[in-house]
C-alpha cells in the first residue's frame, strides 16, 4: 500500500512504513531525519511542528490512515 506525497506538490507514491517514508524524505525533500530540530511538517493542510527524527512516524500516522 502507497499513498502520495503532498508535501510540496511531491505526488510520488511512498509506500507507507516508517523507513521508506524516512528515506524519501531525506533524499527527495531534504530533511534531516536523524535530527531532534523541530521543524513545520509541510504536508498540505499540515501545521504540526514536531522534531525532524518524528516526521516519518507522524505522517505515517497522521497523514497515512
Ligand atoms: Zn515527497
Ligand atoms: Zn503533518
Redesign the pocket.
Known sequence: MSTP?F?DR?N?P?DCSRQAISS?LKT??QVNVDSPVVQACQWSGCRVSVPASSLASHIMTVHMR
Do not use: P, R, S, T
Open positions: 506525497c508535501i511531491c510520488q511512498i524519501h527527495v525533500h
